[in-house]
Each structure stands twice: as structure tokens, then as C-alpha cells.
């Protein structure tokens, strides 16, 4: 392992300029010639990868986003396009890959090795916190503080106004960003993708809390829920509870930006570390994630296929403090 590349792909997630800074910064530690890709597979196939030292990473830890750029490569879904990212690859001696990113990211690393035999390495950037195989995800954590900041500020509002508001968070396929942003905003609901609450259970709660007096309310929606999303699940309570004043926000992709937190920060850094270190011992088609707090390896194949279910000890959480 004399030349490694790193690059980032998919959604965007804070704290992934601090793990392209520990994966530069580690491979120069381990005297290995490290490069960057820039916009993911995409910039593979166009041959758009640079050299990288140690100064090409100074002051990014605190910064969102990427410096490397992401995009989501339609090419790189073809045998066509992986060809022409592995000649790119070849043509700069690169002899292993470090994906920051998703399940998508990693998909296309596992065909690729299958196909042209690259290694890659990868490290869990999502703010969805989905990935089997980590507890955390880099990115989770500022997603969560960055919705819980809006959650706290619209409940200002919404008690002022006596309002009934459904705000909705990120997470088509994972309720991790909603159960914990309603947990610590004081929700009095939450709907995620891995529960079932009906709007009949929603109409309910809003009824028994008029007659315990509440004025206001806070519902998260997580935009995958199987009700529809927070405007869908607004508009059938209303079509019920004419008289309640409702209103609708939807956080969008602020819960993408942002400086990263102190966990995201450190996930990151330990996990860039981990990957470099990985591809020299040999491994392939991993992800380097942090379970119980120490550094694990879990293969593509099961970070891809196997699902990570949300601890029913929150969900309980939620339906208790919502009383």
C-alpha cells in the first residue's frame, strides 16, 4: 500500500472535512502518498483527484460540508463507468480507496473491488445514523443539535400563538434524527418510519391534551413516515381538528450544515484514522465504525443489507415524557 485515496459521496454530513483531514494526515504518518477525489465516483471517472499533504487539511475540522465535493454518479452505475474510474486510478498508482459516505457509497465500492479488485475502506458519513455496524454516524450528532435548536425556537412560538405545530426532520428511511430531537425538544409526538402512529393516535393525543389544558404542541415527523410526511400529516389531522390553529416546518437541508459538534469531530478523526490503517493491514470492503465505543470493522455486505433498528427503550421514552 504505497498510494491511497480518499473521497466523499452522497448527501453531505458535518464532520466529514474532519475525517478527509485524519485520513491525509494518517497515511503521511504512515509515509503513504495520499490523494483526493473530488466530487466522489463522478470525479473518478473524469480523473479529477490531486495530490494532498499535510497543509491541504489545515483549518478544515471545524468547517461543514466537504472540500473534496460529493455528487451522486449515474455513470459509476454502469460497467462502463467503473472502467473508466479504474483506469483513472490506475493511471495515478492509486492502490486503495477510503469512502466517506453511505450505503450507496459503499454498494458502489463493493462492485468495484468484485470488478477490478481496488480496496476500499469506508467511513459512516450519513446524518441518518442508519449504517449497521456504528453507533454513531459522522454528522448525526450536529444534525440532531442543529434540529433541536429550531425544535426549542419554534416551541417559543408555538406556546406564544397557542399553536399546534409539525415540524418535519430529515429521514426517509430512519427515525434516529426524530426520536432524539423530540426526546430532548419535549415532543408530544413522534413519527418515524420504524413505528406505526396513526393519525388516529395523533388526534387523540392532541384531544386529551385540550383537555388537560395544554395550549400548544409539538409533533415531529420524519419525512419518511408511513403517514406521509409533516405537511400530509398535518393536513388529515386538520381535516378533524378544524378549530386547532396548525402549522407546518419543514427543516430541510440545514440539518446537512453547519460546524460540526465535538462527537462528530472525534467519530470522524477516529474512524479516518481506522480506515487507513485497515487498507495497510490488508483489509477491504469494510467500514470502520465506533460500537461500544471502540473501533469495529463490519463487512459492506452487512453494513448494506442488514438494518439498524431504533432502541424501543427511546420510543417508549417518547410516549412517557409526552404525558
Same mark, same amino acid.
Given at each position: 500500500?504505497?498510494?491511497?485515496?480518499?473521497?466523499?459521496?452522497?448527501?453531505?454530513?458535518?464532520?466529514?472535512?474532519?475525517?478527509?483531514?485524519?485520513?491525509?494526515?494518517?497515511?503521511?504518518?504512515?509515509?503513504?502518498?495520499? $490523494?483526493?477525489?473530488?466530487?466522489?465516483? #463522478? *470525479?473518478?471517472?473524469?480523473?479529477?483527484?490531486?495530490?494532498? /499533504?499535510?497543509?491541504?487539511?489545515?483549518?478544515?475540522?471545524?468547517?461543514?460540508?466537504?472540500?473534496?465535493?460529493?455528487?451522486?454518479?449515474?455513470?459509476?452505475?454502469?460497467?462502463?463507468?467503473?472502467?473508466?474510474?479504474?483506469?483513472?486510478?490506475?493511471?495515478?498508482?492509486?492502490?486503495?480507496?477510503?469512502?466517506?459516505?453511505? /450505503?450507496?457509497?459503499?454498494?458502489?465500492?463493493?462492485?468495484?473491488?468484485? #470488478?477490478? *479488485?481496488?480496496?476500499?475502506?469506508?467511513?459512516?458519513?450519513?446524518?441518518?445514523?442508519?449504517?449497521?455496524? !456504528?453507533? $454513531?454516524?459522522?454528522?448525526?450528532? !450536529?444534525?440532531?443539535?442543529?434540529?433541536?435548536?429550531?425544535?426549542?425556537?419554534?416551541?417559543?412560538?408555538?406556546?406564544?400563538? /397557542?399553536?399546534?405545530?409539525?415540524?418535519?426532520?430529515?429521514?426517509?428511511?430512519?427515525?434516529?434524527?426524530?426520536?432524539?430531537?423530540?426526546?430532548?425538544?419535549?415532543?408530544?409526538?413522534?413519527?418515524?418510519?420504524?413505528?406505526? !402512529?396513526?393519525?388516529? =393516535?395523533?388526534? /387523540?393525543?392532541?384531544?386529551?391534551?385540550?383537555?388537560?389544558?395544554?395550549?400548544?404542541?409539538?409533533?415531529?415527523?420524519? #419525512?419518511?413516515?408511513?403517514?406521509?410526511?409533516?405537511? #400530509?400529516?398535518?393536513?388529515?389531522?386538520?381535516?378533524?381538528?378544524?378549530?386547532?390553529?396548525?402549522?407546518?416546518?419543514?427543516?430541510?437541508?440545514?440539518?446537512?450544515?453547519?460546524?460540526?459538534?465535538?462527537?462528530?469531530?472525534?467519530?470522524?478523526?477516529?474512524?479516518?484514522?481506522?480506515?487507513?490503517?485497515?487498507?495497510?493491514?490488508?483489509?477491504?470492503?469494510?467500514?470502520?465504525?465506533?460500537?461500544?465505543?471502540?473501533?469495529?470493522? =463490519?463487512?459492506?455486505?452487512?453494513?448494506?443489507?442488514?438494518?439498524?433498528?431504533?432502541?424501543?427503550?427511546?420510543?417508549?421514552?417518547?410516549?412517557?415524557?409526552?404525558?
Amino acid at each position: 500500500m504505497k498510494r491511497i485515496a480518499v473521497f466523499t459521496s452522497g448527501g453531505d454530513s458535518p464532520g466529514m472535512n474532519a475525517c478527509i483531514r485524519a485520513v491525509v494526515r494518517g497515511s503521511i504518518y504512515h509515509k503513504i502518498e495520499v $490523494y483526493g477525489i473530488k466530487r466522489g465516483y #463522478e *470525479g473518478m471517472i473524469d480523473g479529477q483527484i490531486q495530490a494532498m /499533504n499535510s497543509h491541504s487539511v489545515s483549518n478544515i475540522v471545524q468547517k461543514g460540508g466537504t472540500i473534496l465535493k460529493s455528487a451522486r454518479s449515474q455513470e459509476f452505475m454502469t460497467p462502463e463507468g467503473r472502467k473508466k474510474a479504474f483506469q483513472q486510478l490506475k493511471n495515478f498508482d492509486i492502490d486503495g480507496l477510503v469512502a466517506i459516505g453511505g /450505503n450507496g457509497t459503499f454498494t458502489g465500492a463493493k462492485l468495484f473491488y468484485e #470488478e477490478f *479488485g481496488i480496496p476500499t475502506v469506508g467511513c459512516p458519513g450519513t446524518i441518518d445514523n442508519d449504517l449497521y455496524g !456504528t453507533d $454513531y454516524t459522522i454528522g448525526y450528532d !450536529t444534525a440532531v443539535n442543529t434540529a433541536l435548536e429550531a425544535i426549542d425556537k419554534i416551541r417559543d412560538t408555538a406556546d406564544s400563538h /397557542n399553536r399546534v405545530f409539525f415540524i418535519e426532520v430529515m429521514g426517509r428511511d430512519s427515525g434516529y434524527i426524530a426520536i432524539q430531537s423530540g426526546i430532548g425538544g419535549g415532543a408530544e409526538i413522534v413519527m418515524v418510519p420504524e413505528t406505526d !402512529t396513526s393519525i388516529e =393516535t395523533v388526534i /387523540n393525543t392532541l384531544s386529551k391534551g385540550k383537555l388537560q389544558h395544554k395550549t400548544s404542541a409539538i409533533i415531529i415527523v420524519a #419525512e419518511g413516515d408511513e403517514e406521509g410526511n409533516a405537511t #400530509e400529516v398535518a393536513a388529515k389531522v386538520k381535516s378533524h381538528l378544524s378549530d386547532l390553529d396548525i402549522k407546518v416546518t419543514i427543516l430541510g437541508h440545514i440539518q446537512r450544515g453547519g460546524s460540526p459538534t465535538a462527537r462528530d469531530r472525534i467519530i470522524a478523526s477516529r474512524t479516518g484514522i481506522a480506515a487507513v490503517e485497515a487498507l495497510i493491514k490488508g483489509h477491504k470492503n469494510v467500514m470502520a465504525g465506533v460500537v461500544n465505543d471502540e473501533i469495529v470493522f =463490519t463487512p459492506f455486505a452487512d453494513t448494506i443489507t442488514k438494518h439498524k433498528p431504533i432502541s424501543n427503550d427511546l420510543i417508549r421514552l417518547v410516549n412517557i415524557l409526552s404525558i
